[in-house]
């Protein structure tokens, strides 16, 4: 028989993870069935994200259950196999648990990329889940320009340093916010970002008014709270904002600073897309809206009311039945006859 | 001698309009000059942006001084013209001010489209501002897809009601949120919205809950506030949300209901997109990042820092420090020696 040890959730933390609500016990391992693995876990990965699943607010898959084993990200070595993909002596990949063995499923983990002539540990560190976050979430989302100025928050972390050289590949000027001289040290000398501003020691937003007098174009935002709130002041006209985290709240019980923690979390948790406009961002395109709201009004697929009011005189009470509802459709002043 | 009568801000109004704030006047029209045309306006167009102009909130253009014309859309017909592109009789709209006569200058103001046919208030209420608006707004950044659910707030004003048409001309499900009866028998009846919900009669979470049971997937946002919460919390993932107005808060005082107003109408005025992303929601293009990551890594513009602690019996203490800012680089727990 083989055993394994495994931390187990034993109890929702409240605030601050605490001493008890996980426990580490050794418990049997059992056999793999037909299309499982056994994995020899070599790293585990640990990830802010943990603090969400070890909770009970509405998250982006299911939290563990209490008593479950506590789920984590994991690399290591097939120590034996029903699976045919995943033969004896693979590295692979994935989620798992935080374990010294998992069982793991063909076609849920993957085989270990970019090894070759790099320690595993940062191979893990860089092709893992937290490369995939940084390379989606600052290009797909981010859309750098050269030029723009970007700005990362926990700057020095697993997520942080890849998007902020991305950052520098792409030609932008990069601001990381880290906590702390060593952090900013690295993330300028060792990294290349062009500044840092160390959150415990600084104003974050006086740092920002002297590194980007003229304004960010892109926050890749992991932290959330005043540090978002400070960079979010300072962002320029359409900006993109790819929201990748919020750990300053993850241990907070109620309200946080800096606005209602539900609207952030609620666009994290569910992927949404917020987008600001102004109409007049699409006036080189209002030709081609008038040609097809003109074609659905001559088919009949489209029909407006408009609230049309007497006297330019009276224009000043007109527009408080905007706030009020009291208009019934497009509020317009007649003021002079239309033929 | 010709004159125009014009409204102009008095003061910037504190809260609800009021008496006061603009005074109306009559004084002497100047003659255009070159390049310029002078219009009798027929229709002015009263929106709720009008408000944001007043004030000297952060907006997306100058606000009115105080002294000056208040601005708003207009349409009216050229009188008297030094401009080549504008000979006296052309029907424009655009941008002027709330007054009987405005100078406009070529270029800046467009002839009248859509106009055969219809009466011209409809023309303008459709083809102005507002259609630009509704169109853009929603096929641009709500990309509606067939069988998805829309929710509009605003729903019978002169944004709201187009909008809910090209939903269900996209073969969307058309939840329309008005205030009262009339209005909401409207949308329903006469514009073929599927649902529609009276905010001022009825509790509009408990309403979307009985007529989208399976979530939201656009909300087409002009209002703001606590009906707009009502419907992010009842967003589906992948939600688009069109941040085209906030109307609750334009007289506002200070905090407003439902979260800091800041953070919304920075997002509003600026234009900026916030997206929420979870990496897995990449897998299927994992391959392409870790090609390219390894591309830059081989090329020494990429490196990466592990912070790789010993012992899965201690994990439960490591996982803290990624709130403390205790770690430095991905954080990793060696479970087993890497080979």
Redo the contacts between chains.
Sequence with gaps: MTTR?V?RLARRPEG??D?G??T?TEEEQRAPEAGEALV?????????T??IWMSDREQ?MPPVEVGDP?RGG?C?RVVSSRAPGLPEGTLVAGLGE???HVIVEEGKV?PM??VEG?????A????G?????A???LL??GQPQAGETLVVSAA???VG??VG??GK?KGCRVIGI???A??CR?ITE??GFDHAIDY?NEDVGAALDRLAPDGVDIDFENVGGPIM?AV??R??????????GL?SQ??ERGETQ???P??WE??????????????T??AP???E??A???Q??AEG??????D?RQG??R??D??????S?G?????????????
Tied chains: 1, 2.
């Design positions: 040890q931390w601050d993870i001493k609500d996980l580490f020899e876990v070599i790293y585990l990965s640990l990830d802010p943990n603090r982006y506590m994991i290591g935080w374990a010294s993957s990329r970019g790099l320690p595993l540990a940062a893990f560190g860089t092709f889940g937290v490369g995939m976050t390379y989606f979430g797909d989302i020095a972390g697993g340093q890849i050289q991305i590949i880290a906590g702390g060593e952090k690295f060792d990294l415990k709130q979010l002041e962002m320029n006209n359409f900006g993109r904002i790819p929201l990748c750990i993850y241990n800096g606005g209602a539900a609207y609620t666009m994290l948790m569910r992927r949404l897309t917020v987008r600001g406009f102004i109409v961002d699409f395109r209002f030709s809206a008038a097809q709201l003109g659905w009004l697929r489209l029909t407006t009311r408009q049309v330019l005189d224009a000043d007109y527009v408080k039945l905007l706030y509802g208009n019934f459709g497009k509020l317009l002043v007649e003021v002079s006859p239309p033929a």
